[in-house]
């Protein structure tokens, strides 16, 4: 009996808030002890990027903990409007604070993974209404519209273009009109700063690709390497887990999911290849995380299913908590 009820609280919304108040504690502890380390570095292509927008430190922390608070809202909405998780739970907002908590470093200051996190899940949000329904091109437009607006500030957010080319087939979607709506997404916000003199065509160049991991102490980049491996490992896992389910879904549900995993498995790779730009893919590794963690538990609610629930918790906890000790 004491099993069940574990299992049905940890789906419950009171067990989310409980574990994001406490990551929220934990958080302003360990900014206000000075333990933060800043990202360093400007890779923007026209514009600085988004870890110089914010020169005050209290400002950066708190914007910080905005941008996760965000992503943390378009996730709930997600499945609120498309029912994702097919399924009544909000265990991923307790794994998403849980893995940012794990990075406390990247959770208390404003930069270019906060709005990676953020923009990424507003294009699926965009996205997914296009679902059999070619005449939403003014949905296709917004996406690569954000994409190319953002490039302007990392260039990270290029990389994600052919991800959501790739989606638009998932959707059932590509077409010439589709592709031509791309396109124009693409042009328009260069077109604009060109046009408005925001920037000038000398103004853009490449930025220095000097290795983040270089910036950071070896045992900072322990912690993150053991926290993203712990994230991929339980990632791929339920993902292994999830695709005799998946399959049974119908066409629509089936396109949903499998946009998701095209997402978790190119932000990966992209953290692979792109090593000197590592930490900007690690909030929206967790956002694709906490989502395929959870469509796990939210269709295998055995009894004892919150026990690995438990253990991953507590798993990031421990990283957390040795950042603080050591």
């Not at 998403?96 to 404003?110: K, N």
């Not at 395929?292 to 269709?299: A, D, L, V």
Request: net charge positive; hydrophobic share 55%.
């Amino acid at each position: 009996m004491k099993a069940t009820i574990l299992t049905r609280m940890i789906h419950s919304r009171g067990f989310s808030l409980g574990v994001t108040f406490v990551v929220l504690v934990c958080a302003c502890a360990y900014y206000f002890t000075g333990l933060c380390m800043p990202v360093a570095g400007d890779r923007g292509l026209a514009f600085p990027s988004a870890n110089q927008w914010l020169p005050d430190p209290s400002v950066d922390f708190v914007a910080g903990l905005a941008g996760a608070a965000v992503t943390a809202l378009i996730m709930l909405l997600l499945n609120k409007i498309y029912n994702v998780l097919r399924s009544y739970t909000y265990l991923y907002i307790a794994l998403f604070a849980a893995m940012q908590l794990a990075t406390a470093d990247l959770l208390t200051q404003f930069y270019t993974g906060t709005i990676l996190a953020i923009v990424v899940p507003l294009c699926q949000m965009s996205l997914f209404p296009c679902f059999r329904q070619p005449m939403l091109t003014r949905h296709v437009f917004v996406i690569f519209l954000l994409l190319s607006a953002f490039t302007a500030t990392q260039y990270c957010f290029a990389l994600f273009i052919p991800v959501f080319l790739i989606g638009l087939g998932q959707m059932r979607v590509f077409n010439l009109r589709s592709v031509l709506a791309a396109i124009m997404g693409l042009i328009t916000p260069w077109w604009l700063m060109l046009g408005f003199g925001l920037i000038e065509p000398h103004d853009v160049s490449l930025p220095r690709l000097t290795s983040i991991l270089s910036e950071i102490g070896s045992e900072d980049t322990l912690y993150l390497l053991v926290t993203m491996g712990v994230t991929v490992v339980a990632m791929m896992l339920c993902y292994v887990l999830n695709l005799l389910k998946t399959i049974a879904y119908n066409a629509r549900a089936r396109a949903i999911n499998g946009s998701f995993t095209l997402t978790a498995l190119f932000t990966m790779a992209a953290a692979c290849i792109d090593y000197r730009n590592i930490l900007s893919y690690v909030p929206l590794l967790n956002y694709c995380a906490a989502m395929e963690i959870t469509h796990y538990f939210s269709t295998h609610k055995g009894e004892k299913s919150f026990i690995p629930v438990f253990i991953l918790l507590a798993a990031y906890a421990a990283i957390f908590a040795c950042q603080i000790v050591l």
